[in-house]
């Protein structure tokens, strides 16, 4: 169903010479054109179809997004391994504070040496269209220095977003994954002790209000990644399934849509919206590194121009012995401690090796496993060859 047939449901018929009609036979002249140019050219479109994903998973629709919530509360119940109250003196003060809302008064300078009970932070993802009653996960961290929160249970938390307003209870017993054990002052641990998830564990009090669009009538479409190209070819295959002037490109990363009025008509045409396919445009060539791990990941699109690279490996080891000078008896002189530092270099004499030029990723990885070298030299190596102008790619470091 097209666009034209859910505004044509509340349009009056204007007769054979109104716009509607006049839309429906560019529609339809659009869609023979279509069906003809892939029924001559299968065999070239086979490939590209392959390749074709869907709407959804290529962009999103603004204004339908999630909101984080946050949260402090109490986890009790826990065996002996909650937070050591000496060390942490906000967990006391949140017992004290909860047990007088409860009706229960501490008697001011009273040492609770509390080991079942743990300060811990909830945080909360609240979907899109969430209405008051719905269940959402919660994760439980802890903030003390409580080793395990196996066992315990999350008292009633109030869960906050930026505004400062409560949208959500978390209330329940945790799941926590790990497992751990200790001994005479050994232990031994698997996974993350001190964390951990309560499925459906916070009920929505208060529904966060989502606005798609800005005029009455259409929505805007933002894609994932920006991409001119990728951008034209959305807008082109909805005009061909909706009919033309139903997407329009703003830029390279929102497209205007016409919808329509009605909430239901708009819901089933975002639904056919979504499930149409769209053949994306190539990814620009790009090598990620990270710094800190040593990974080095690269992209299809990656090619290298032929070049020689020489890469030698400095160390520099320096090597202290501390020598003791004691003084003659009875000389009055005092024992001197004398370092003896010894400092050697050595450098890897390593000759230019031939990069052989690759022209796809298989080409890339042979040539770049050709040098011997490891994840931290291929990462200077990598560096060095962008600045020379032979690896066509983009390099981003995170």
């Not at 109490?74 to 006391?92: E, I, M, R």
């Not at 790990?178 to 698997?190: D, E, F, P, R, W």
């Not at 620009?284 to 699109?301: E, F, K």
């Not at 009055?332 to 050595?346: D, K, L, M, R, W």
């Amino acid at each position: 169903m097209s666009i034209m047939s859910f505004l044509s449901r509340r349009a009056p018929n204007t007769g054979s010479s109104g716009p509607i009609r006049h839309l429906r036979r560019t529609t339809s002249t659009l869609a023979v054109a279509a069906a003809m140019s892939v029924a001559g050219g299968a065999v070239l479109l086979a490939p590209g179809v392959a390749h074709a994903e869907r709407l959804k998973e290529l962009a999103s629709i603004q204004g339908v997004r999630d909101n984080q919530l946050i949260g402090y509360g109490l986890v009790a119940g826990l065996d002996n391994s909650g937070d050591q109250t000496t060390q942490t003196p906000f967990t006391v003060q949140s017992m004290t504070n909860m047990l007088s809302q409860l009706g229960i008064t501490v008697a001011p300078g009273t040492n609770m040496q509390l080991k079942n009970v743990a300060a811990v932070m909830v945080t909360a993802t609240l979907p899109a269209f969430t209405r008051p009653g719905q269940a959402i996960d919660v994760v439980v961290s802890s903030m003390g220095n409580a080793k395990s929160l196996r066992g315990g249970t999350l008292l009633m938390t109030p869960l906050k977003g930026p505004d400062g307003q409560v949208y959500a209870l978390a209330q329940g017993n945790l799941l926590i994954g790990g497992a751990g054990a200790a001994a005479n002052g050994s232990s031994v641990t698997i996974n993350q002790l001190a964390s951990g998830r309560i499925p459906s564990g916070a009920i929505v009090e208060r529904a966060v209000p989502t606005a798609m669009g800005g005029q009455p009538g259409t929505v805007q479409m933002e894609l994932n990644a920006t991409d001119f190209s990728t951008a034209q070819r959305v807008v082109d295959a909805v005009n061909r399934r909706f009919g033309y002037g139903t997407a329009q490109a703003l830029d390279g990363r929102v497209i205007l849509l016409r919808t329509p009025t009605d909430p239901s008509s708009r819901v089933q045409f975002l639904a056919q919206l979504e499930s149409l396919e769209v053949r994306p445009d190539n990814t620009a060539a790009r090598v990620i590194i990270n710094a800190r791990t040593g990974s080095v990941v690269m992209n299809q699109n990656v090619t290298i121009q032929q070049c020689a690279v020489a890469h030698g490996n400095l160390s520099v080891v320096i090597d202290t012995q501390n020598n003791v000078s004691q003084p003659a008896p009875f000389s009055g002189g005092q024992t001197v401690v004398a370092p003896n530092s010894q400092i050697s270099v050595q450098q890897e004499n390593n000759a230019l090796k031939m990069v052989k030029a690759g022209a796809n990723l298989a080409d890339v990885v042979k040539a770049l496993n050709s040098l011997g070298a490891s994840p931290a030299d291929l990462m200077s190596i990598l560096q060095a060859m962008k600045a020379s102008g032979a690896l066509r790619a983009d390099l981003e470091i995170i």
